[in-house]
């Protein structure tokens, strides 16, 4: 593998063909819509990529991704680090006709009319889809222990008249 910058378009047929591989970096302050999604971010994202096509001739590309942000812990409000750690495989497709007889093994990614791939999105859209849906410290590690968060007994409802209970008269009589 070649430590390079790493692009953020590239054409993954051209970079299957001749068996391309990446391992570098992206800056982190320049996914915005990370930025927004995080309390902060605490590294770059460091990413390794490899193009390649498999025995049907698909082509593909796969690779790991690394990353620490800090998130809020929705329990107590504090900031903890957070490790990201995404294996991909992904296969470029031109529109949704492809989709269907894609391999389960592959994610599809859409290519453009120049049949390039946003490699830097795709990433991105990886890393925000790998966040916790709610996120919190382990429990030993959070400052509101179990016992704080209940806030007493919860008192039973008072009994109601049946409002159908004047009817019941009625059809007696």
Not at 135 to 147: I, P, R, W
């Amino acid at each position: 593998m070649i430590n390079v910058k790493l692009p953020k378009r590239l054409d993954p047929v051209k970079s299957a063909q001749k068996l391309s591989s990446y391992e570098g970096i992206y800056v982190a302050k320049d996914m915005l819509r990370l930025n927004d999604m995080v309390d902060s971010i605490l590294s770059d994202v460091s990413v390794k990529v490899e193009f390649a096509k498999d025995a049907q001739s698909l082509t593909y590309f796969q690779g790991t991704l690394a990353v620490q942000v800090m998130l809020v812990c929705q329990r107590c409000n504090q900031p903890y680090p957070h490790d990201v750690d995404i294996e991909f495989c992904f296969s470029p497709v031109q529109g949704s006709e492809q989709d269907e007889t894609l391999p389960d093994a592959y994610e599809p990614v859409e290519v453009d009319d120049h049949g390039e791939v946003d490699l830097f999105q795709v990433l991105e859209d990886e890393v925000i889809l790998a966040l916790p849906i709610v996120a919190l410290h382990a429990e030993e590690d959070c400052s509101v222990k179990a016992q704080d968060m209940s806030f007493g007994k919860i008192e039973p409802e008072p009994e109601r008249k049946n409002p159908f209970a004047v009817l019941k008269e009625l059809k007696r009589d």
